[in-house]
């Protein structure tokens, strides 16, 4: 069973760039057809996607964050990394990587259990 656990600081101050690293249990990363995406849930909003690095490591990104946002994966340790620049308080948002099957139903199939990462001088 695949499993998703976001790590990172949960506190950021404005103009720094936020890090979250999820590691990835039960399944590799680099597995047809499957891509790994971060999301973002900014409090009383609906859930934003980010971007994706997919099984070959090439990487699609959300156009309005497009400038400030890098996914880099190490599949040595089955991880993948966000790195978002720049913060500002707009960026306060409960951070979520996902499993995405890219072969067919194009599902968010598998979730973290989701990070906060508050921006905050």
């Known amino acids: 069973q695949v499993q998703l656990l976001e790590s990172g600081p949960g506190l950021v101050k404005p103009s720094q760039t936020l890090s979250l690293t999820c590691t990835v249990s039960?399944?590799?990363?680099?597995?047809?057809?499957?891509?790994w995406a971060w999301v973002r849930q900014p409090p009383g909003k609906g859930l934003q996607w980010i971007g994706f690095i997919t099984y070959r490591g090439a990487t699609n990104f959300n156009p309005s964050l497009k400038s400030r946002t890098s996914i880099s994966r190490d599949t040595s340790k089955n991880q993948f990394t966000l790195q978002l620049s720049s913060v500002t308080p707009e960026d306060t948002a409960v951070y979520f990587c996902?499993?995405?099957?890219?072969?067919?139903?194009?599902?968010?199939?598998?979730w973290g259990q989701g990070t906060q990462v508050t921006v905050s001088s």
């Open positions: 996902s499993r995405v099957d890219a072969e067919g139903t194009w599902e968010f199939d598998v």
């Open positions: 039960g399944g590799s990363i680099t597995t047809q057809y499957f891509y």
